[in-house]
């Protein structure tokens, strides 16, 4: 059936994936300004501060669901038909339908990335539980490395379910045998956490974040220590290709700080979907195989 239907079935599966990834900007947009919420209520209760004492007396709930998205421009409430992913942002062409204010290029962009991810998850691993755990990392690392563009944050509420997940999931050796993630989960943090104790030890500088860990932690339990070597030299060579073209383009002499995450989400990316063939291909070429 899906040999006969196949651009019926990955068109579906294109849409759903726009879908998620309209939920995708939500998140993108509202977990950091959760998070700082959470963190003053925190401060607050642990200094013993009355809330009427601070800045933010807004007791209005935020959270994924609820306000409904609006302009933060003038603060027009999102219709239905101006929040379909990619169509809505083509008719309204860039810009609110109330004040005209430019609408960032980076949330069609997200919707159109997630949907692409979801076709080459089905495309790659078929139609199953499989392609279905591998869009859902797919989602999570979309997610954390925008987040992390804009923020500087890996946020524990992504890193640790995923790699809570990535164990539940291997237990069952969707991707790997369950002693392959643990090690590799294990691992994962671990040679972050060296590195970032040499450097520290070397320089007195924190070369990472502890995000950092948690997210190769969290690749490591859902693809197995085998493919944190690949994982570690991929984000590193897509970094470096990051700084020479931003040097090229911007002609300045000094690469700016941009945080780590996103190149593992990247190479995360590449290894699950032909971690396999370049692990093979490189075997292959050092004679090993």
Same mark, same amino acid.
């Given at each position: 059936?899906?040999?006969?239907?196949?651009?019926?079935?990955?068109?579906?599966?294109?849409?759903?994936?726009?879908?998620?990834?309209?939920?995708?900007?939500?998140?993108?947009?509202?977990?950091?300004?959760?998070?700082?919420?959470?963190?003053?209520?925190?401060?607050?209760?642990?200094?013993?501060?009355?809330?009427?004492?601070?800045?933010?007396?807004?007791?209005?709930?935020?959270?994924?669901?609820?306000?409904?998205?609006?302009?933060?421009?003038?603060?027009?409430?999102?219709?239905?038909?101006?929040?379909?992913?990619?169509?809505?942002?083509?008719?309204?062409?860039?810009?609110?339908?109330?004040?005209?204010?430019?609408?960032?290029?980076?949330?069609?962009?997200?919707?159109?990335?997630?949907?692409?991810?979801?076709? @080459?998850?089905?495309?790659?691993?078929? +139609?199953?539980?499989?392609?279905?755990?591998? /869009?859902?990392? !797919?989602?999570?690392? *979309? #997610?954390?490395?925008?987040?992390?563009?804009?923020?500087?944050?890996?946020?524990?509420?992504?890193?640790?379910?995923?790699?809570?997940?990535?164990?539940?999931?291997?237990?069952?050796?969707?991707?790997?045998?369950?002693?392959?993630?643990?090690?590799?989960?294990?691992?994962?943090?671990?040679?972050?956490?060296?590195?970032?104790?040499?450097?520290?030890?070397?320089?007195?500088?924190?070369?990472?974040?502890?995000?950092?860990?948690?997210?190769?932690?969290?690749?490591?339990?859902?693809?197995?220590?085998?493919?944190?070597?690949?994982?570690?030299?991929?984000?590193?060579?897509?970094?470096?290709?990051?700084?020479?073209?931003?040097? @090229?383009?911007?002609?300045?002499?000094? +690469?700016?700080?941009?945080?780590?995450?996103? /190149?593992?989400? !990247?190479?995360?990316? *590449? #290894?699950?979907?032909?971690?396999?063939?370049?692990?093979?291909?490189?075997?292959?070429?050092?004679?090993?195989?």
């Amino acid at each position: 059936m899906l040999a006969e239907y196949s651009f019926l079935v990955m068109l579906w599966v294109l849409l759903f994936g726009l879908a998620v990834g309209s939920f995708l900007n939500v998140v993108i947009y509202r977990l950091p300004i959760m998070l700082e919420k959470s963190w003053f209520s925190d401060c607050r209760e642990l200094l013993d501060i009355h809330p009427a004492e601070t800045e933010d007396k807004s007791n209005q709930t935020f959270n994924l669901i609820v306000p409904r998205s609006a302009c933060p421009s003038c603060g027009h409430a999102i219709t239905a038909w101006e929040n379909i992913p990619l169509i809505s942002y083509l008719v309204l062409r860039g810009r609110c339908s109330e004040c005209a204010h430019p609408i960032s290029i980076r949330y069609p962009l997200t919707e159109a990335f997630t949907g692409v991810m979801a076709v @080459l998850s089905v495309w790659v691993f078929g +139609f199953g539980y499989q392609a279905l755990a591998a /869009f859902v990392l !797919c989602s999570a690392l *979309i #997610a954390m490395s925008l987040i992390d563009l804009q923020h500087k944050l890996l946020p524990d509420n992504i890193t640790l379910p995923l790699l809570w997940l990535g164990l539940l999931l291997n237990s069952f050796a969707l991707f790997t045998d369950l002693q392959s993630a643990v090690w590799g989960a294990a691992l994962g943090y671990g040679v972050f956490w060296l590195v970032f104790q040499l450097f520290k030890l070397l320089t007195g500088k924190e070369g990472m974040g502890y995000g950092d860990f948690k997210l190769l932690a969290a690749l490591g339990a859902w693809l197995g220590w085998q493919y944190l070597a690949q994982i570690i030299l991929l984000s590193s060579m897509i970094a470096l290709v990051a700084a020479v073209l931003y040097l @090229l383009i911007t002609r300045q002499s000094q +690469f700016p700080k941009i945080p780590y995450g996103p /190149f593992l989400s !990247c190479a995360g990316g *590449i #290894a699950l979907f032909y971690g396999a063939q370049i692990n093979h291909a490189y075997l292959a070429w050092a004679g090993l195989l």
